[in-house]
C-alpha cells in the first residue's frame, strides 16, 4: 500500500484573532466511566475555552476541511463528528449539510446540540449503535481517550461509517517538534500520529497524511502554563498509569513541562509553542 506523505504548512494567523469554531482539541469527557481524562468535566470545560481563545489551530484545521474535504466530496448529506466539544465546529461544518449528528457524553454539550436539531448519541463511539453512514466524519484529538488495544476497532469503525465517496478526518499530535520531543521525553510510546498509521495498516484500510503546523501563544505564564500540563499529561498518560506512577516520577514529569514552558517564553515576555498535527484523510471509493 502506498500513502502520501504531503507536508502542509499553513500560514500562521494571529494569536488574538477570536476562533469562531472549536474541533474538539482534546476530545470529549464525562462523569463515570465514559471520561478518560486526568481532569474533570469542570476544568476540563475552563481548558478548552482557554485554549480555542488562543490558538491558530481551530482556524487552520477550518481551512483544511474547506479545502480538502468539503470542495472534494460530491454529496453533502450527513455529517457526524465524534467527540465536538461545545460544538463550534459542528455548527461551522454543519451548514454545509443536510443532516448532522454527534457523538457526545458530555450532559452540558448534549443540550446545546440537542437545541441545534443534531442527533445526539450520548455514548463513546465505541459502544454507539450508528444507523446511518455518512458523507463526512471528524474526529480530532479524541484517540488520546481511547484505550490503544481499542483504536483498531475505534478506527474501523469510522471507516465503515463513511458513506461510499464520501471522507473522515482524524486529527492527532504528529511525532514532529519540540512539543513532540517533551511527549517523548516523559514517555517514549506515547500516542501519535504515527500511531495511527500503523492501525491502518494493520487493516489494510488507505489514507493520506498531511502535516499542519499551528501555534497557541499567551501573554501571561498562568495560562499557558496551565494549557501545556493539561495537554501534556493527558496526551501521554490515561488516568489509571497517571495515578500509578511514583510522586518522584510526577515531580520529574512536572520538571519536564517546566524546562519547556521556560524555554517558550519569549522577549516580549509572552509564551508561544508551535507544534505540528497529523491530518489523516481516510477516503471510502464509490
Known amino acids: 500500500m502506498i500513502n502520501s506523505g504531503k507536508y502542509t504548512k499553513l500560514n500562521y494567523i494571529s494569536w488574538n484573532i477570536l476562533v469562531v469554531f472549536l474541533l474538539g482539541i482534546l476530545g470529549t469527557k464525562a462523569e463515570g466511566e465514559l471520561l478518560n481524562s486526568n481532569f474533570g468535566e469542570n476544568e476540563y470545560e475552563s481548558i478548552e475555552t482557554l485554549f480555542i481563545n488562543n490558538t491558530t489551530q481551530i482556524k487552520n484545521q477550518l481551512l483544511f476541511i474547506e479545502a480538502k474535504i468539503l470542495l472534494k466530496i460530491s454529496h453533502k448529506n450527513k455529517f457526524l463528528e465524534i ?3 461545545p460544538g463550534y465546529a459542528t455548527e461551522k461544518v454543519a451548514k454545509s449539510f443536510s443532516k448532522t449528528a454527534v457523538v457526545e457524553p458530555i450532559k452540558a454539550y448534549q443540550i446545546k446540540h440537542k437545541g441545534r436539531g443534531y442527533i445526539t448519541f ?3 463511539f465505541q459502544n454507539v449503535k450508528l444507523h446511518d453512514l455518512y458523507d463526512f466524519i471528524l474526529c480530532s484529538h479524541v484517540l488520546y481517550y481511547v484505550k490503544r488495544d481499542q483504536w483498531d476497532y475505534f478506527l474501523k469503525k469510522i471507516y465503515d461509517s463513511i458513506e461510499p465517496n464520501g471522507k473522515a478526518l482524524i486529527v492527532l499530535l504528529a511525532p514532529r517538534g519540540g512539543w513532540a520531543d517533551l511527549h517523548l521525553a516523559i514517555k517514549s510510546d506515547y500516542l501519535n ?18 502535516f499542519v503546523q499551528s501555534f ?11 494549557i501545556v500540563k493539561a495537554f501534556t499529561i493527558d496526551n501521554c498518560f490515561a488516568p489509571e498509569a497517571f495515578n500509578q506512577l511514583t510522586n518522584d516520577k510526577k515531580t520529574d514529569i512536572y520538571k519536564k513541562i517546566d524546562e519547556y514552558i521556560d524555554r517558550c517564553k519569549k522577549p516580549d515576555g509572552s509564551y508561544e509553542t ?3 498535527d497529523g491530518y489523516i484523510v481516510l477516503s471510502k471509493k464509490g
Open 274 to 276: 508551535i507544534w505540528e
Open 216 to 226: 497557541f501563544k499567551f501573554p501571561k505564564r498562568k495560562g499557558f502554563e496551565k
Open 83 to 85: 467527540g465536538p466539544g
Open 122 to 124: 450520548i455514548e463513546n
Open 193 to 210: 500520529s504515527k500511531e495511527i498509521e500503523l492501525a491502518l495498516n494493520r487493516q489494510g484500510i488507505q489514507y493520506e497524511i498531511s
